[in-house]
């Protein structure tokens, strides 16, 4: 091959779009969150959806799904196997940390509870769970489970792997509260089959950041190339900066 003709193939190659080969199709999944993920007869929506495709849209990269519901410890699993690539919305801990590589801050949540309504207890802070020996839910392999075992003295169940799991316990009656984040428990709540046997229960958790203000990160797998974090972490950056990541956010959290 002539130099000429080389150097027209390296140029037309450099020139392709973003999205002409497989480093910029990146692989996700759908966690089993609701509403940050939803999928109704083989029809995704949800928070981190619209943050996907927004990003998606911005970044020029492809993100490769399938459209159904994984459980959340498996999606982190997965994402510390390098099995995917990128992932909307997970919560910072330590353990995660060791394993996964955290972005930008996409959208906060806060913890509160919910309790069966005919339940005339009066719960207001973690210490009265503490003091009461109360059952408190939450999901497995969640950063809400994390924060809750730090807390001496409460007996937390994380057995279950599904908000709905938890649900039917809560009902069932093993245990006191549910205790999970807002964007959820909200979005639940206001489902039919439960508005009338539920309650939210606002919880003072005192000057601890631990449960309020936290941050879901956009993450990746370790394996994820540095320059394509950085092109997706600046495409966020330029969706916050104008307005559209919280545009988002507000039609979830408000």
Same mark, same amino acid.
């Given at each position: ?15 392709? !779009? ?16 609701? !509403? ?33 519901? @994984? !459980? ?12 995917? &690539? ?40 973690? !210490?009265?769970? @503490? ?19 730090? @807390? +001496?003295?409460?007996?937390? &169940? ?21 205790? $999970? ?6 979005? @639940?709540?206001?489902?039919?089959? $439960? ?17 309020? /203000?936290?941050?879901?990160?956009? *993450? $990746? ?9 950085? /092109?997706?972490?600046?495409? *966020? ?9 919280? +545009?988002?956010? /507000?039609? $979830?959290?408000?």
């Amino acid at each position: 091959m002539h130099l000429k003709s080389l150097i027209s193939c390296v140029l037309a190659i450099i020139a392709l !779009p973003l999205g002409a080969d497989d480093t910029h199709r990146l692989k996700t999944e759908f966690q089993d969150v609701p !509403p940050k993920y939803i999928v109704e007869k083989g029809v995704p929506s949800g928070l981190s959806y619209e943050i996907l495709k927004l990003i998606e849209t911005k970044s020029g990269y492809t993100f490769v799904y399938q459209d159904k519901l @994984v !459980p959340l410890a498996r999606v982190s699993k997965n994402l510390e196997d390098g099995i995917t &690539d990128i992932q909307f919305g997970i919560q910072k801990t330590s353990e995660r940390e060791r394993g996964m590589i955290f972005g930008p801050i996409l959208y906060k949540v806060k913890l509160i509870g919910v309790m069966r309504k005919d339940d005339v207890t009066e719960i207001l802070s973690l !210490p009265e769970l @503490v003091e009461q020996k109360a059952v408190v839910l939450t999901q497995y392999g969640t950063g809400a489970a994390a924060s809750l075992k730090t @807390v +001496s003295g409460l007996m937390v &169940d994380d057995q279950a792997t599904s908000v709905d799991m938890n649900i039917k316990k809560l009902l069932a009656g093993r245990g006191k509260i549910m205790i $999970y984040h807002n964007l959820t428990l909200n979005y @639940v709540i206001r489902a039919s089959k $439960y508005k009338d046997l539920l309650k939210m229960v606002e919880l003072n958790f005192g000057e601890s950041t631990d449960f309020v /203000d936290i941050g879901q990160y956009l *993450v $990746y797998s370790k394996k994820t190339p540095q320059r394509v974090m950085d /092109d997706i972490n600046q495409a *966020v950056r330029d969706a916050s900066d104008n307005g559209e990541l919280q +545009s988002i956010t /507000d039609k $979830y959290l408000k």
